[in-house]
């Protein structure tokens, strides 16, 4: 059904023929051949050719992993290694990851599947696989210590169990798990259920991503590790806008967006031009009765969110994280606010001593977005993406979702920009502009003041320069 040649951008690491094989006499003893990816591009879905069939998702800016059937039990190998990750054109991080990524690729099983995962460790430090969310035996959880010995460098173990209830769910480190995690080390897993299920819609698009954080130091290359709250790069899937693909659909289709947090922080994840309802969690399907329409929903630290909708609206829809912080990328912090702060004739002055002095945000930050400003090497502008209007003045956490009536089924290609009808995109007023009617009234009446400063105080919006806690 799908070309995975001329699909998407780019060519897969990926063998049709990994995920195919069948294990011969001989093979059954070994290792399943790990099979690695190249690119960091939203890969097409990977449609099962062995084993029970499904409707499979499409991981933003990642892949699925093939397996092969053994003996009726589905085989991955997963290999925790180093990586280099292109987190956006322009910069490459030094993550820790699977099979060639960060994140590792997503785990499409079905509902009742028997499951054997192989992990590999290449890392420098031990590691172990926690598969979240997963009813299994309580020797198969992962948690190192707890549940099993570590996974020491050079060593392979083997995890097995059957996917007992379908959902949305996730993989991590539970060992060293602060590095691990803040180096990139996650996925995502699917399990699909067997057959129809009361609580779980048949969509036309499936698309799942992991929120995750990074601190890089602009020019550098490699997270710092420490850092509990005040990350610099806010990630989907380790891609930060404008490296995050767009999530296109065509007109009509119902869509599934599966999001799970791995940061430290809350992210409230919000849709424009429509409504959604949360349809299932980590912990299953929601009865429906508990759903409701929204357009914004939080994912707090470890939970997962499928959100669902009817794309019936044309158009370039922003997704993103409602934490404004969270959609920009490194050096958005440590800058004082100077609005209104007039630098007219300063600095003319000192560019005379210092040639590439600039002033910052005296009638705003927007204008960083256009600046070209000197940036050292391997950094994302802290606001960008150019569109069809100008600059989105956006980074980090954000991203379109594009509807289009004459996107084919199936079809994930990026149509470029929605091109609006006539007389429906908001224009400039060109008539006369009369005084706008203003409130008169200088505060509540509701209580009488006491103990205030008899003469006015009239204080500047600054942001504290200390900006823990967001
Ligand atoms: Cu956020």
Request: proline residues 9%.
């Amino acid at each position: 059904m799908f070309s995975r040649r001329n699909f998407f951008r780019g060519a897969s690491a990926i063998t049709a023929a990994a995920a195919a094989a069948s294990v011969s006499r001989v093979a059954m003893a070994a290792l399943p051949e790990p099979v690695m990816q190249g690119t960091p591009n939203t890969m097409p879905p990977l449609v099962p050719t062995t084993g029970r069939p499904y409707n499979p998702v499409v991981t933003l800016n990642g892949w699925t992993l093939p397996w092969r059937m053994n003996d009726g039990v589905k085989e991955f190998h997963l290999v925790a290694e180093p990586v280099v990750r292109e987190m956006a054109p322009g910069l490459k991080a030094h993550l820790w990851g699977y099979n060639g990524q960060s994140p590792g690729p997503t785990i499409e099983v079905v509902e009742g599947d028997r499951v054997r995962i192989f992990v590999t460790n290449r890392l420098p430090e031990h590691t172990s696989v926690h598969w979240h969310g997963q009813r299994l035996p309580n020797g198969m959880d992962g948690v190192a210590g707890l549940n099993q010995p570590p996974i020491q460098p050079g060593k392979t173990f083997v995890y097995e169990f059957v996917a007992r209830r379908p959902g949305t769910f996730m993989y991590h480190p539970h060992a060293d798990e602060m590095v691990q995690m803040a180096m990139g080390m996650m996925g995502f897993w699917i399990t699909h259920p067997k057959a129809k299920h009361p609580l779980i819609e048949e969509v036309d698009r499936d698309f799942v991503f992991l929120l995750n954080a990074y601190d890089i130091d602009p020019g550098a290359y490699t997270p710092k590790i420490m850092t509990m709250l005040d990350f610099n790069l806010w990630s989907w899937n380790s891609r930060v806008f404008p490296g995050i693909d767009p999530l296109v659909v065509r007109k009509g289709d119902k869509v599934r967006i599966r999001v799970g947090n791995l940061t430290m922080t809350n992210h409230p994840m919000h849709l424009h031009g429509h409504e959604f309802t949360v349809t299932g969690t980590d912990g299953g399907p929601t009865p429906k009765a508990a759903r409701w329409p929204e357009v914004t929903t939080d994912v707090a630290v470890g939970q997962m969110r499928q959100i669902e909708f009817l794309a019936n609206e044309e158009g370039d829809w922003s997704f993103h994280c409602h934490k404004s912080h969270h959609t920009m990328n490194a050096m958005g912090h440590g800058v004082p606010t100077m609005i209104g702060v007039d630098h007219r004739g300063i600095a003319a002055k000192i560019t005379q001593l210092v040639p590439d002095y600039m002033v910052m945000g005296e009638r705003g930050m927007a204008d960083m977005a256009g600046m070209r400003m000197p940036l050292p090497d391997n950094t994302a502008p802290m606001m960008s993406g150019d569109g069809p209007f100008g600059s989105v003045e956006m980074g980090g956490m954000f991203s379109v979702v594009k509807v289009r009536k004459d996107q084919k089924p199936g079809d994930y290609k990026d149509p470029g920009w929605y091109t609006h009808p006539k007389g429906t995109v908001a224009f400039e007023w060109a008539g006369a502009t009369p005084e706008p009617a203003r409130s008169a009234s200088p505060g509540g009446q509701t209580m009488t003041s006491h103990d205030m400063p008899m003469t006015e105080v009239e204080v500047q919006v600054r942001k504290p320069s200390g900006h823990t806690g967001h």
